[in-house]
T-cell receptor, first 114, second 112 residues
Framework: AQSVTQLGSHVSVSEGALVLLRCNYS??????LFWYVQYPNQGLQLLLK??????LVKGINGFEAEFKKSETSFHLTKPSAHMSDAAEYFC????????????FGTGTSLTVIP | DADVTQTPRNRITKTGKRIMLECSQT?????MYWYRQDPGLGLRLIYY???????NKGEISDGYSVSRQAQAKFSLSLESAIPNQTALYFC???????????FGSGTRLTVV
């Protein structure tokens, strides 16, 4: 079965600092990869997705992620954290041969320190 | 109006009671899903449906049942609620394209 690992359930960064949220997956076939963000008391919102096009994917709110097949990783980055980035972030993987069913990581809570 | 609407938003119920959570969508998607979210565990799939006549169990279906009343409606039932079913429940939809899921705003269920 597919698995998704998010290293670090809690990450704190200073405002203006680099944001790096890690995601590794296990898949025997090239997967589709996603990052979702959940703000307090809200549902999940798609940040960005990788579906076998360019390996560096740009999303909303200045976030981007790079698919590295050799490392089975899809880490999320943002050059400069903003207070409004404080939220829960989920990495998700979908395998084409499973009907595109999603598998989610356990989430990383991002705190931005002023 | 939201693309995926969940009702109720919050619910407190007693142990042993039957409760239904409802989900409706205006996306026109064939695929619908129910997840529960627990702190530290992420989202876990309860049930999913790829069309009106298709219902499939997810990884944690015990204690739950679903009904796909129409393409746009997918309800989740707890036949006899228990306290460890206290969680945040999300409905999601998708289509055959790899566009990701569209999530509802969630239902916070507390079983006392």
């Amino acid at each position: 079965a597919q698995s998704v690992t998010q290293l670090g359930s809690h990450v704190s960064v200073s405002e203006g600092a680099l944001v790096l949220l890690r995601c590794n997956y296990s898949s025997s076939v090239p997967p589709y990869l996603f990052w979702y963000v959940q703000y307090p008391n809200q549902g999940l919102q798609l940040l960005l997705k990788y579906t076998s096009a360019a390996t560096l994917v740009k999303g909303i709110n200045g976030f981007e992620a790079e698919f590295k097949k050799s490392e089975t990783s899809f880490h999320l980055t943002k050059p400069s954290a903003h207070m409004s980035d404080a939220a829960e972030y989920f990495c998700a993987v979908s395998e084409p041969n499973t009907g595109n069913q999603f598998y989610f990581g356990t989430g990383t809570s991002l705190t931005v320190i002023p | 109006d939201a693309d995926v609407t969940q009702t109720p938003r919050n619910r407190i119920t007693k142990t042993g009671k039957r409760i239904m959570l409802e989900c409706s969508q205006t996306k026109g998607h064939d695929r619908m899903y129910w997840y529960r979210q627990d702190p530290g565990l992420g989202l876990r799939l309860i049930y999913y449906s790829f069309d009106v006549k298709d219902i499939n169990k997810g990884e944690i279906s015990d204690g739950y049942s679903v009904s796909r009343q129409a393409q746009a409606k997918f309800s989740l039932s707890l036949e006899s609620a228990i306290p460890n079913q206290t969680a945040l429940y999300f409905c999601a939809t998708s289509d055959l394209k790899v566009d990701g899921y569209t999530f509802g705003s969630g239902t916070r269920l507390t079983v006392v």
